[in-house]
């Protein structure tokens, strides 16, 4: 077949030959004593009797043509590079009329656009122009779709078309055969009408063209990434603003460290900041139990729209210098190879995360290192060679670095600080216990180190209010209300307080002191369902009350 083809293109001088995938004619078709495909077109090439076009990528290219030295050097490589946005711009709207044509769309300017941005922005691992075609054309697919939708009156007349046959039947059995007849002229008018229904609607579905727009795009954009559709649609800025009021409810007495990631997250949305490193970068500082963590899984909820979307990675797995490969993968001949890097895997799956390096001074100073190239250059290589970008993650770091000096210390220990002096003070005193345990290179690529305030009575009682919320939430499914007075309130805070262990102790004082005593009497019976439970506190305990119990009151 390749030497008819030959035989063809010697006989037409006019023709220029176009291979697309030119590796594959190396070792095409060759078996023992005999030649591939390259091999019998290389004469041919050599004498100038063939005009050939061969296109191949870069890592093709090296594996198969560059071994065979002779078919190498009879062409002449020409790299095509990726256009720009510009371009890329200029090359869709030069398709949009044959894609208009297909779909039987009208794409607007501003849709053009949006594919081209939207898609350089948001689709990391493919190239321009061919991610941004795919995209205009997905969006044209789409709205087509759309409108194949039948009128909502073809279902009614089919239905009245179904009843007219039922009861033409029943007339048949019950010898009713004038009924019957006018029953068979009802149906034939009943389906003239369906059918003139579905003409008009074919006729105007013809001729109408569908208009696709910028949230046509938009649309296939956040199914192609996960990114929910209403986080896109809103205004960037209302929603960063939207962000930091609903973390402030849930992430409590922590407003300067808020309030420095909405900063940093509105600069980058503005485009102030280098649009290769990530969206934001952040050391979080300070004791146990004041919500570091809860910060990264409530940003994550409320900027993704999920709270999967968080890497968590505890750093005490890799203390040791032989882990420190899991984050990228093992090397070449190493067991594990092929299975990719706990880190750069998830991250190239799905880039839109928040990833979370826990107790970051535990790890092994070479995941400092690693860390290095993703916090300056917002990207990182796995171990098979592909490059992982991290231009859209943000990326948080807890420690507990510098708590144990500051808690010795009681004029500038965690103790309840309302004054700002004594705070700053406080940070600055971390701040310096930061630069002793981590190198001067990595606390400069961070966009911020933010130090957390201890918790004080005030906030506590704003984390009561949040457990106990859940335990209503829970006692939902029995049809169960749970009304708390201010004495149990108090009671559970008073339990519940320790400077020194955060907001921790208040969930196990709800846990020993509400959940233990409620569940043992739901259990036994005293408690039903449909009615509210009235708690209150007496001495050392909470007390339980319910209209419909019979004793009244039942203490835990």
Known sequence: RIKAVMDEIRRNKNIILFIDELHTIVGAGSAEGTMDASNIIKPALSRGELQCIGATTLNEYRKYIEKDAALERRFQSVKVEAPSVEEAILILKGLRPKYEEHHKAEFTDKAIEASVKLSDRYISDRFLPDKAIDLMDEAGSRARIGTMTRPPEVKGLETEIEDIKSKKERAIKNQDFEGAAAMRDKEKHAKENLESVLKDWRTSREEKRVKVDEEDILHVVSKWTGIPLQRMEQGEMDRLFQVEVEMSKVVIGQKEGVSAICKALRRSRADLKDPRRPIGTFALLGPTG???????????????????????LDMSEYMEKFNVSRLVGSPPGYVGYEEGGQLTEQVRRKPYTVVLFDEIEKAHPDVWNMLLQILEEGKLTDNVGRVVNFRNTIILMTSNVGSDTIKKQSSLGF???????????????????????????????????????????????????????????????????LELDEKAKDF?????????????????????????????????????????????????????????????????
């Not at 004041?290 to 968590?312: H, P, R, Y």
């Not at 259990?523 to 319910?546: A, M, N, W």
């Open 492 to 556: 559970l805070v008073g339990k519940g307080y320790d400077p020194q262990y955060g907001a921790r102790p208040m969930r196990r004082s709800v846990e020993r002191y509400l959940e233990d005593p409620l569940a043992e009497e739901i259990l036994r019976g005293h408690l039903h369902e449909g009615e509210p439970i009235t708690v209150t506190s007496e001495t050392d305990k909470l007390v339980f009350t319910q209209k419909a119990a019979t004793e009244g009151a039942l203490s835990s």
């Open 290 to 312: 004041v919500g570091k963590t809860l910060l990264a899984k409530t940003l994550a909820e409320q900027m993704f729209g999920d709270s999967k979307s968080l890497i968590q």
């Open 415 to 481: 103790s309840p600080i309302s004054d700002e002096g004594s705070y700053e003070k406080m940070r600055e005193k971390i701040m310096d216990e930061a630069r002793k345990t981590f190198r001067p290179e990595f606390l400069n690529r961070l966009d911020d180190v933010i130090v957390f305030r201890s918790m004080t009575k005030p906030d506590l009682v704003q984390i009561l209010d949040l457990e106990i919320a859940k335990v209503t939430a829970r006692l939902k499914n029995k049809n169960i209300a």
